[in-house]
């Protein structure tokens, strides 16, 4: 284990509990915390990943505005809402339509840029999936929706089973909290969206 994946994994771990808790500190401690894993995913050969960790960095700066937008914990909490069915078909199709693709285009890195990616990736298709799951989550994330955390229990699933594999086992270890995590966030989300549907109804 390197000092790397330690930190790394520590950032990730507050972030997401934080997230859990519907903290908007948790926009910060990510950012650190994908930094420091696209050093350590390109070490590993898992570039899906290393996308995905960038991809978190721009959507942390984004989130962390929108968020800000809400003023108050109290209001935060009135935005958590769900998918409408009609979008959740749409997200559906999306997501296996481009982990098809980023399993293409991940599978010729080690070609066609040799001298960045010198390693061809590993677990292609596990990899790109995860990755497109969690850009979905993130969106859902950034805009409350409960079936974010419904993903992101997909995602930790799946992630506790592949870096095990590789060999990243602090990551794998992280990847259970992660999932403790998800499930309490998602209790979490649907309790407050319960109790403002409830008294949106009663009003």
């Not at 309490?184 to 949106?200: E, P, R």
Request: hydrophobic letters at 50%; proline letters at 1%; aromatic letters at 16%.
């Amino acid at each position: 284990m390197s000092y790397i994946e330690f930190v790394g994994t520590l950032f990730n771990i507050l972030c997401v509990y934080l997230v859990s808790k519907n903290k908007i500190r948790n926009r910060p401690v990510g950012l650190i915390g994908s930094l420091l894993y696209v050093a350590l995913f390109y070490q590993i050969q898992l570039y899906a990943d290393l996308g995905e960790q960038l991809y978190f960095i721009v959507t942390g700066f984004y989130g962390w505005y929108i968020w800000s937008k809400h003023g108050n914990q109290q209001q935060s909490d009135k935005n958590i809402t769900l998918v409408e069915n009609k979008n959740r078909i749409l997200y559906i199709v999306g997501i296996a339509i481009t982990t098809l693709l980023l399993a293409y285009i991940t599978s010729h890195l080690h070609i066609r840029f040799n001298n960045l990616f010198p390693q061809a990736a590993s677990y292609i298709l596990l990899d790109s999936f995860t990755t497109i799951l969690s850009f979905a989550a993130t969106i859902l994330m950034i805009r409350q929706k409960v079936e974010a955390w419904v993903l992101w229990i997909i995602v930790d699933i799946i992630g506790i089973y592949l870096y095990f594999i590789k060999g990243v086992h602090f990551i794998a270890i992280e990847y259970i909290l992660f999932l403790g995590i998800a499930i309490g966030g998602l209790i979490k989300w649907y309790s407050l969206y319960k109790k403002q549907k409830d008294h949106t109804f009663i009003s």
